[in-house]
């Protein structure tokens, strides 16, 4: 276990349950609003996974508009973007064709990141995206997506079908209040398991938390089985590349706790882990 993370225990069983993944476990991370920091929550949590999980992890851009959110938190290495992966669906049939177009960040996440460049190149519908994650499951042990707002029900189904749905919230009352709203809206709509499984991340903009704030994600706690706070971090504030070991230590802690709660759903219980897998990992 990488001795920048903690708490211990915490840490420890997230590295044992990412030994035990089930097989072509989805990761979704939406929201209720926009500009709530999803895409630099996509890079931080992938790249805790990246780091706990033996063979690589993968994060998909999914947004169906022009959109630099999550190459800006992985770093750009190849022209490479989501354009290239739907256009050669067809090749998608092991790890070295889907590489040809994936980034890489700091912590070892691949990521195949959104279109922003035109001339003959477009993002993805949802559709199409849904195809090249159904593609990168039979060849990634962990497949972390991107996904836009949940304003339209192929949002909705996406979160539904993933093992761990996570939704992304400002710490702020409208943000989490609105997120609340969209979880209503989502078991109105037959759609309880993502509310029902579901995990709540709560990213704070500035270092103080109001303490209305702090009352309404008490709250979040009866919707929610998981809500998680992500403290203020500068370095997750400014557009560049995250590499997890380097962030503040509470952050650091605050994402294992959100790491553990999204191992805990994406784990396969029936499996083994060879005797002395945590000297392993150590």
């Known amino acids: 276990m990488p001795h920048e993370f903690g708490p211990a225990d915490v840490a420890e069983r997230v590295w044992l349950g990412a030994a035990a993944l089930r097989p072509a476990a989805v990761v979704a991370v939406s929201s209720a609003d926009g500009g709530v920091g999803r895409s630099t929550l996509v890079a931080s949590l992938g790249g805790l996974l990246a780091l706990a999980v033996p063979g690589p992890v993968i994060a998909v851009d999914m947004h169906p508009v022009p959109w630099g959110g999550l190459v800006e938190r992985v770093g750009r290495s190849s022209a490479g973007t989501m354009w290239d992966a739907v256009r050669d669906l067809h090749t998608l049939t092991s790890r070295r064709e889907v ?22 190149r477009r993002p993805p519908r949802h ?12 060849l990634y042990p962990l497949t972390v997506c991107d996904v836009m707002p949940a304003l339209i029900a192929g949002v909705w189904r996406t979160l539904a079908a993933a093992h761990a749905p996570v939704l992304v ?40 938390t109001d303490r209305g704030v702090r009352a309404v ?34 952050t650091r802690h ?29």
């Open 254 to 282: 605050a994402l294992v706790q959100l790491a553990d709660a999204v191992i805990q759903r994406c784990a396969d219980p029936r499996a083994e882990l060879p005797v002395g897998a945590g000297k392993e990992r150590s």
């Open 127 to 138: 559709d199409e995206a849904a195809a090249v994650v159904n593609a990168l499951r039979r």
């Open 99 to 120: 590489e040809r177009w994936t980034q890489h960040s700091p912590s070892e996440l691949l990521a195949l990141v959104g279109e922003t460049e035109g001339r003959g």
């Open 169 to 208: 919230a400002r710490a702020t009352t409208d943000s989490l209040h609105h997120t609340m709203r969209l979880v209503a809206h989502l078991r109105a709509a037959g759609y309880g398991r993502v509310a029902d499984r579901g995990v709540l991340a709560v990213v704070a903009s500035s270092p103080a």
């Open 217 to 250: 994600i008490q709250q979040a706690t009866t919707s929610v089985p998981a809500v998680v706070p992500i403290p203020f971090d500068p370095q997750l504030a400014r557009p560049e590349p995250i590499d997890v070991r380097r962030l503040r230590k509470p």
